[in-house]
């Protein structure tokens, strides 16, 4: 039983362009949704969070959007940038950590 | 300041043996938790420890089993190793109970294979 969804295996972008990675779930419990970023033979490495009471959190080049309605969030990245090349993992906290199946970003230079 | 380790870095077992892996903490923190992750998914919720005693428990069998140590330092054991518990494993930690995942720091893993 998924209950955090990431329905694209895989998104290819050109350097400098922007990056949307999206993630849809299923409980509406989910108190904090989080995105965490997966280098080869690393854990994964935290991101940016936002709180189910948000729609929208901003860091730097990172921006996630939460739509709670449609129960779905968004990562966008802008500008692209290589070295973001790595698989990406949405995540949902209701007492632990329930994540996506990951998408892997590759930006091409 | 060392990250969380975990060791070993990689294991391959055969069916029906049993296996111990481990994982140090960030200093300073008393949270460990342990997720497994198979090839092509996402990180799924195993255990989770605080201050030496289990919080949590994910959709595991029985032969899934995880103690952590005075020293925050925790071990999980998998007994009767079956084909599909082939995975990375993966430690966490934090320095509080109820983290909201930001506040959750993994190590690197060890990958078991079970042949």
């Known amino acids: 039983d998924q209950q955090v969804k990431q329905n694209s295996p895989s998104l290819s972008v050109q350097e400098g362009r922007i990056s949307i990675l999206n993630c849809d779930y299923t409980n509406s419990m989910f108190d904090y949704f989080l995105w965490y970023k997966k280098y080869p033979a690393e854990g994964p490495t935290f991101l940016i969070s936002?709180?189910?009471?948000?729609d929208k959190n901003e860091d730097g080049r990172f921006t996630v959007f939460l739509n709670k309605s449609a129960k779905h969030l968004s990562l966008h990245i802008v500008p692209s940038q290589p070295g973001d090349s790595a698989v990406y993992f949405c995540?949902?906290?209701?007492?632990?950590?329930?994540f996506g199946t990951g998408t892997r970003l590759t930006v091409i230079p | 300041d060392a990250g969380v380790t975990q060791s070993p870095t990689h294991l391959i077992k055969t069916r029906g043996q049993q296996v111990t892996l481990r994982c140090s903490p960030i200093s300073g923190h008393k949270s460990v938790s342990w997720y497994q992750q198979v090839l092509g998914q996402g990180p799924q919720f195993i255990f989770q420890y605080y201050e030496k005693e289990e919080r949590g428990r994910g959709n595991f069998p029985d032969r899934f089993s995880a103690r952590q140590f005075p020293n925050y330092s925790s071990e999980l054991n998998v007994n009767a190793l079956l084909l599909g518990d082939s995975a990375l494993y993966l430690c966490a930690s934090s320095l509080v109970r109820q983290s909201v995942g930001n506040e959750q720091f993994f190590g690197p893993g060890t990958r078991l294979t079970v042949l």
């Open positions: 936002i709180s189910s009471i948000k």
């Open positions: 995540a949902a906290s209701l007492n632990n950590l329930f």
